[in-house]
């Protein structure tokens, strides 16, 4: 496989392969820039099809942490790090620690955090072994009530937008992927009148958001389809993509979930049928931006830090009259954005 070939290698300034045979520990770090700052983002458990398959997830997500942190106004580059395994039967003290070790011999140029399968007592053991962790219990805890409400605000922005309106009272919103973010998320949407249509691979959490919210409940397969004014794609990328875009009969895409194009053209597409999307590193940001308080001066600030998630709203309205003015998809004017963003801090 040649790496410097793939397409999501993008100029990534370092990928390190993470090999540790007494744990079982098979992991990949990437990092895309550190033009803005040390490279920040999450790490990731997840039992990937191959390792390549692994390796374009990380290359995919870094990148996005680039753009994201840069649209954020944050000054830190992008990262991420993936763990191949199951997160509910792989997980050990030992390959906690032993990624640690990894992480800490990168010198403070990758700074990890949670994300899909790890929480914060996983956080914990890799703190025994490097000092490079965010995101920790006792500091600014867990990121996703933060990052569902930046998604909430996002929405709104969108809804303004698209809608000319300043509420979503009465508006169906189809929301695919209820974890902590999902959930929270729907709590922002409950309480200002929106009807929840919501689908998850976990019964579980479906009955919980159905039995706190009154939601109606789909079957997986079936959330594109639904007659909603919002989708929100909060669960796993590129669930945007050439077969599900066709079912799709909303007027707003705007979640939670990282890389939701499977591919820059279906933003083209989204365009084209009158959707409007909004770029998934800006509304997502809200995690990032709380750990990203942890370290002030005077110490970690809640209503700071939500302060500064409420940026979101202003920046993805910048982004639509862009968009709108330059006759281009929402996601290249974001993808423009970001990247002067980062040439200047190069400069």
């Known amino acids: 496989m040649a790496v410097f070939n793939l397409r999501d290698y993008d100029d990534h300034e370092q990928v390190v392969f993470c090999n540790d045979a007494e744990s079982g520990l098979k992991a990949v770090?990437?990092?895309?820039?550190t033009a803005l700052g040390p490279a920040v983002g999450g790490c990731r458990m997840w039992e990937y099809n191959s390792d390549?398959?692994?390796?374009?997830?990380a290359l995919r997500l870094s990148r996005g942490m680039s753009y994201k942190n840069a649209m954020a106004g944050l000054k830190m580059g992008g990262g991420k790090s993936v763990i191949i395994g199951n997160s509910k039967t792989m997980k050990s003290e030992a390959l906690f620690k032993a990624f640690g070790r990894f992480i800490e011999n990168l010198n403070g140029q990758?700074?990890?955090?949670?994300?899909?399968?790890?929480n914060p007592e996983d956080m914990a053991i890799m703190n025994k072994e490097t000092q490079y962790v965010v995101g920790l219990e006792g500091k600014s805890g867990d990121p996703s009530p933060l990052t569902a409400y930046g998604v909430y605000r996002g929405m709104k922005a969108a809804v303004k937008h698209k809608m000319g309106r300043d509420n979503l009272q009465g508006l169906k919103i189809a929301v695919q992927g209820l974890g902590h973010v999902g959930y929270?998320?729907?709590?922002?949407?409950n309480k200002e009148g929106a009807q929840l249509v919501v689908t998850d691979i976990n019964k579980e959490s479906i009955d919980r958001v159905v039995n706190d919210f009154n939601a109606t409940p789909v079957d997986k397969d079936d959330i594109y389809a639904q007659d909603v004014d919002i989708y929100a794609p909060c669960a796993l990328g590129a669930s945007i993509n050439d077969a599900t875009i066709p079912q799709l009969k909303c007027s707003i895409v705007a979640g939670a979930a990282n890389n939701q194009l499977a591919e820059d053209r279906h933003g083209e597409i989204l365009k084209q049928k009158g959707?409007?999307?909004?770029?998934?590193?800006?509304?997502?940001?809200?995690?990032?931006?709380?750990?990203s308080f942890e370290n002030q001066p005077g110490g970690y600030n809640k209503q700071d830090s939500l302060n500064k998630v409420d940026e979101i709203y202003a920046t993805l309205l910048e982004i639509f009259a862009a968009a709108e003015l330059e006759q281009k998809t929402t996601n290249v004017v974001a993808d423009q954005m970001a990247r002067q963003r980062i040439a200047q801090g190069k400069s």
């Open 184 to 189: 929270y998320l729907c709590e922002h949407l």
């Open 275 to 291: 959707i409007l999307y909004t770029p998934d590193y800006v509304i997502n940001a809200g995690g990032i931006i709380n750990v």
């Open 52 to 57: 390549e398959g692994a390796l374009i997830d």
């Open 29 to 33: 770090i990437s990092i895309h820039s």
């Open 110 to 118: 990758y700074i990890s955090a949670e994300d899909v399968g790890i």
